[in-house]
Nanobody, 125 residues
Framework: QVQLVESGGGSVQAGDSLRLACTTS????????MGWFRQAPGKEREFVAV???????YNTDSVKGRFTISRDSAKNTVYLQMNSLKPEDTAVYYC???????????????????WGQGTQVTVSS
């Protein structure tokens, strides 16, 4: 079983940038699908971005052009670079992992088997 620890959240102003990191342990990192989800107060948790076990990436429409997901296999870490942040990006951001998800499953939170504790991102106007 893989363990996940998020870091890098904080409080910023609209237009600023943050880079979140998710460090993994206890699994074969390169074989995992790694996703970022977020949950705003009073709302359901939603998909943000994914980097698949084969290196492919996908971002949800609301963050395309602003967020970039990447990984450093040597450090067993996945990153979410968030630029041009907006107040509506305010949420708790969660890192999630599962084995080799494909197609629509990479955006489906119920298919992920391991989750981090979350890191708070607050964007003020």
């Amino acid at each position: 079983q893989v363990q996940l620890v998020e870091s890098g959240g904080g409080s910023v102003q609209a237009g600023d940038s943050l880079r979140l990191a998710c460090t993994t342990s206890g699994g074969t990192f390169w074989s995992y699908t790694m996703g970022w989800f977020r949950q705003a107060p009073g709302k359901e948790r939603e998909f943000v971005a994914v980097i698949n076990w084969n290196g492919g990436t996908y971002n949800t429409d609301s963050v395309k052009g602003r967020f970039t997901i990447s990984r450093d296999s040597a450090k067993n870490t996945v990153y979410l670079q968030m630029n041009s942040l907006k107040p509506e990006d305010t949420a708790v951001y969660y890192c999630a992992a599962s084995r080799m998800l494909t197609g629509p499953r990479v955006r489906r939170q119920s298919d992920y088997t391991n989750w981090g504790q979350g890191t708070q991102v607050t964007v003020s106007s």
